[in-house]
């Protein structure tokens, strides 16, 4: 059918004798527009493009009278999308996740915790999601291996994870600290450290040893000695007994009767966790009730060796420690000046000292600040 038309175009313009230069513009353009349907044939028959049917495009079709007609589907819009498939032609966008997830990860610090009404070491432990282990090898220059003693306003170190927080002492290394907690020296190097291979540590200064474990302790308090006298031979915590001793005067004298320091002070930079104060004594000097108050524990305490407690009944209690005999009995009252017992080098001493303790209302307090 093209065919016939172009040589019919050809015959009408050779017959019509016609100025070839006057047509030619009208040529081209006609040659141009066959061309293009050419091309476009051509293109639909190759690539097998189906063209859109004019139902789908929304046209209208009649049909002759007397032949049925059959409606076709027009697809409708859905209420809503899939969040996994998007239309064409919209943007891109980042799918929505309505949950917030946290990572179970170590605090970033040690913190301090004060003992409340009811504490115990193994309440403690498990708030914080940690042995009890360490707790107390975190916490021996407060605790002295008597766990049974805490008294509710003590400050406690809680590690982030289960190890050790040490104390560094003069002349200790890396290599030596983790070699007496049977762990690697790596585990020091942490970031709670933030320790520098080669350099040199620092007396006083507190390090995490993760994993690192120290010696294990009776954790039961040991017997209740519940009779007033004498008790170089007593046992333990005076619970259960009630006394009514002489008030306080409301300040305290030496106990030693001297102001000679021979250990560590209260939170010395040697010894932070230290909350106490070592007098100088020789083995067998009497030791004085600082005030006037009442026994209220007499007996062997863990570190503190043999350990004599006064409560003054005006907030304040004073311990006397590592003592050789104990004069003073559970329940008893004692005066001011009084011998509660004899110097000595009992539980964790390397000599003959008294470490004093001054606490009011549960809290240890610098004992240099009551004294004279």
Do not use: K
């Amino acid at each position: 059918m093209l065919s016939r038309f172009l040589i019919w175009a050809s015959l009408f313009i050779w017959r019509s004798r016609m100025d070839w230069r006057t047509y030619r513009p009208l040529l081209t353009r006609a040659t141009a527009h066959v061309s293009i349907i050419l091309l476009t044939v051509v293109v639909v028959a190759l690539g097998g493009v189906r063209l859109a049917s004019p139902v789908a495009a929304g046209v209208s079709l009649s049909a002759p009278t007397g032949t049925a007609v059959t409606t076709l589907p027009v697809p409708q819009p859905t209420a809503t999308l899939s969040s996994r498939v998007m239309p064409a032609n919209a943007p891109i966008a980042r799918i929505a996740q309505p949950h917030t997830l946290i990572l179970n990860r170590p605090r970033a610090e040690v913190i301090t915790y004060t003992v409340q009404p009811g504490d115990n070491l193994s309440t403690i432990a498990q708030t914080f999601g940690l042995s009890i282990w360490t707790i107390i090898w975190s916490n021996r220059g407060s605790l002295w291996d008597a766990p049974w003693l805490i008294q509710p306003g003590l400050p406690l170190y809680i590690p982030p994870v289960d190890g050790v927080y040490h104390t560094v002492m003069e002349g200790e290394t890396v290599e030596s600290i983790a070699a007496q907690y049977g762990v690697e020296p790596a585990a020091l190097y942490n970031e709670w450290n933030s320790l520098r291979g080669g350099e040199p540590l620092q007396p006083g200064q507190l390090v995490m040893v993760v994993g690192g474990q120290d010696e294990y302790i009776d954790l039961e308090p040991p017997p209740i000695y519940a009779s007033p006298g004498a008790a170089s031979g007593s046992w333990g915590v005076c619970s259960g007994v009630e006394a009514v001793g002489p008030g306080a005067n409301g300040w305290f004298i030496y106990p030693t009767g001297s102001s000679r320091v021979s250990g560590w002070y209260f939170h010395d930079i040697r010894n932070p966790t230290h909350i106490g104060l070592d007098y100088g004594c020789r083995t067998g000097d009497p030791i004085y009730a600082a005030d006037n108050g009442v026994v209220t524990i007499a007996g062997w305490n863990g570190g503190y060796g043999n350990l004599v407690e006064v409560t003054h009944g005006n907030g304040f209690v004073t311990r006397y420690a590592h003592l050789s005999e104990i004069a003073v009995g559970c329940g008893q009252s004692v005066y001011q000046g009084q011998i509660v017992g004899y110097c000595g080098s009992t539980g964790w001493s390397t000599g003959a000292h008294l470490h004093f303790e001054v606490r009011y209302g549960g809290v240890p307090q610098d004992p240099q600040y009551y004294l004279p």
